[in-house]
């Protein structure tokens, strides 16, 4: 449709419009009595109304009486929260939600030298839970037995193999979350993970914010959206997230230099390998908005870069099959 068009087809409607409002003041005027007196002169204009004073709703009369309740008093007993459990350890940062038993987020950070070190053996870390939390919002071993879902790494173990101790930071439950095993943990997940660790070749330093979703899926029947996941435990206590999103900084490592941000959001799903990286890109407001966090609150827009415009955007899913399959023979006697 030309914009020439629309013009007339506006133009036609106002005409209409001045027409029909001509007609309904020429049939009111007609219906008034017709007086013979003609003035020999034009009335005296009335004089202008006198502006109205704004109308402001009278305000209560002051109470100075001292309140008779006390509604912080509560806190005498203790704060009921939410609280969300900051834990810094060595390779990680993370806020725990007690009401999902999984974390909040968990924030890393890598560099060429830290990937380089080789001080550590996943062989010797052991899952374990996180007495930090108080137990009864703790996640459990026994909560994933037999779930049909792995304890899925939001923080890799092979991010942090610079020393034991930091990668036994990544094995406490706090840093997990169930995660689909085949497809998506063992496969789709880890090349992202890879991809990550590669970023490192391009900015000498980056840092990882990753943790889980809970999205809204339209139910076919009624057509409403509505938030469902699934609950594993006895009792079921742990929440089973619909979705991961991680948030990249990868930064030039001048002072007050540019930083590219990248963020995606992964469906908790089977994920075909040749899918592209590209497909899971969200702009990071998407994800401040499905998770109520904020990342970048304090990053100037003039040093914000696009990652996916800085890097190529992609999984190697060849490369770290071969690199898992010699480093299982590597282990195996």
């Known amino acids: 449709m030309s914009k020439t068009f629309i013009t007339l087809v506006a133009t036609a409607s106002a005409v209409t419009g001045a027409a029909a409002s001509a007609a309904f003041i ?5 219906e008034r009595p017709i007086t013979t007196n003609v003035p020999s002169k034009a009335p005296a204009p009335a004089p202008a109304p006198a502006p109205r004073p704004p109308h402001h709703p009278p305000k209560p009369p002051a109470n100075d009486l001292p309140a008779p309740v006390n509604p912080s008093g509560i806190f005498q007993y203790g704060f009921p929260g939410p609280i969300n459990d900051l834990a810094t350890r060595h390779s990680l940062t993370s806020s725990y939600d007690r009401r999902l038993r999984n974390p909040n987020w968990v924030a890393e950070h890598i560099t060429p030298f830290s990937l380089e070190m080789k001080n550590a053996d996943r062989k010797f870390s052991l899952f374990a839970e996180d007495e930090s939390i108080p137990e009864k919002f703790r996640g459990k071993l026994k909560d994933y037995f037999r779930s049909g879902y792995d304890r899925g790494h939001q923080v890799p173990a092979a991010d942090a193999q610079w020393s034991q101790a930091a990668m036994d930071d990544t094995f406490f ?8 095993g085949n497809g998506f943990n063992r496969d789709y997940w880890s090349h992202l993970e890879d991809f990550c660790r590669r970023l490192t070749r391009h900015y000498p330093s980056v840092r990882i914010v990753t943790g889980p979703l809970y999205l809204p899926r339209r139910d076919p029947v009624d057509n409403k959206w509505r938030v469902s996941y699934e609950v594993v435990g006895n009792p079921p206590n742990v929440a089973v997230p619909t ?5 990249i900084f990868g930064e030039d490592g001048r002072e007050g230099g540019g930083v590219a941000l990248g963020a995606f959001v992964l469906p908790n799903a089977v994920i075909a390998s040749d899918k592209p990286l590209s497909d899971f890109e969200v702009p990071l407001e998407a994800v401040e908005r499905a998770s109520g966090l904020e990342f970048a609150a304090k990053l100037p827009a003039e040093r914000r870069r696009r990652l996916c415009e800085e890097v190529r955007c992609s999984v190697i899913v060849r490369e770290y099959n071969d ?4 480093l299982g023979a590597l282990r195996s006697p």
């Open 26 to 30: 020429y049939a009111t005027r007609s």
């Open 173 to 180: 439950l706090s840093n997990m979350c169930p995660q689909v």
């Open 243 to 247: 979705h991961f999103f991680k948030v």
């Open 323 to 326: 690199r898992r399959k010699e």
